[in-house]
């Protein structure tokens, strides 16, 4: 039995698609039908996740991008509408750590890395792509945060500031989007088995923590034309819960419609 494609005919645009949630979710949403512009610095990891996405007969076109440099930012939205004419997935999961250091030991420097990936990249690409986001039936626009965000702790200033623009900038273009066919969410997909992780709990077994493929269908269920969801972050483990939930209630109810 060949199993429905929900995506199928969708295009989407993922950041840091190399590794880690970037790469889970560009190969969950081709495995669902979609076309995925996957973007990242590195040519060599991109060429590898097209070589899988083409495995699974799936299309991909590879972009590689700094996310610091602007006018290459800037040309993604018109690009994209002059090859396809609008774009319905967009996940943005491109971002760095920065330096775990008390805040008067940040360095101007590594402060303003930080906020450029994991911030004002990601304002500049809305501004480039919120034409074609809208010219789509259904667009949806993810971004990925952190528990950062909200927990603040010390010496994680940098990423913990990032981090909560970024919810506050997605809620923002959520409330402007309202009136249009496009919704916007934030995820927070925990502590997962990625080199990121790695670099910020160097002590920690990564076989205790779930693989970025496991929150990728989080993202496919986002991205699809019938999610309604806007203005949210939405954390992975309390949807795992709810749908792990609605999954048994599912199967009582066949049991009962059986009997």
């Not at 440099?69 to 800037?74: A, Q, V």
């Not at 496009?182 to 920690?204: L, Q, S, W």
């Not at 076989?207 to 991205?223: K, R, W, Y």
Request: with cysteine.
């Amino acid at each position: 039995m060949t199993l429905e494609k929900r995506l199928k005919g969708r295009l989407a645009l993922v950041t840091g698609a190399s590794r880690g949630l970037g790469r889970a979710a560009a190969l969950a949403l081709a495995r669902e039908g979609a076309s995925v512009i996957i973007t990242a610095r590195s040519q060599g990891a991109l060429e590898a996740l097209d070589d899988e996405i083409r495995s699974l007969r799936g299309q991909a076109t590879i972009l590689a991008l700094d996310l610091r440099h602007w006018d290459r930012i800037d040309q993604l939205g018109p690009t994209i509408y002059q090859r396809w004419g609008k774009l319905d997935i967009f996940v943005a999961s491109a971002g760095i750590l920065g330096p775990l250091s008390p805040l008067p030991h940040v360095t101007a420097d590594s402060w303003a890395a930080v906020m450029d990936i994991d911030l004002n990249a990601n304002w500049r690409l809305i501004r480039t792509l919120d034409p074609v986001l809208k010219a789509s039936d259904a667009g949806r626009a993810i971004f990925v945060s952190s528990g950062a965000a909200r927990n603040c702790r010390a010496y994680w200033g940098p990423y913990s500031v990032a981090k909560a623009g970024l919810e506050a900038l997605a809620r923002t273009y959520a409330a402007e989007c309202e009136s249009t066919p496009v919704r916007v969410n934030a995820v927070d997909p925990g502590a997962m088995r990625t080199g990121m992780r790695a670099k910020a709990y160097p002590g920690e077994d990564p076989a205790t923590l779930p693989d970025p493929s496991e929150i990728a269908p989080l993202i496919v269920a986002l991205s699809l034309p019938t999610s309604t969801r806007n203005g949210e972050t939405i954390l992975y483990r309390e949807w795992k819960t709810a749908e792990r939930a609605a999954e048994s209630l599912a199967t009582m109810q066949d049991g009962l419609d059986a009997s």
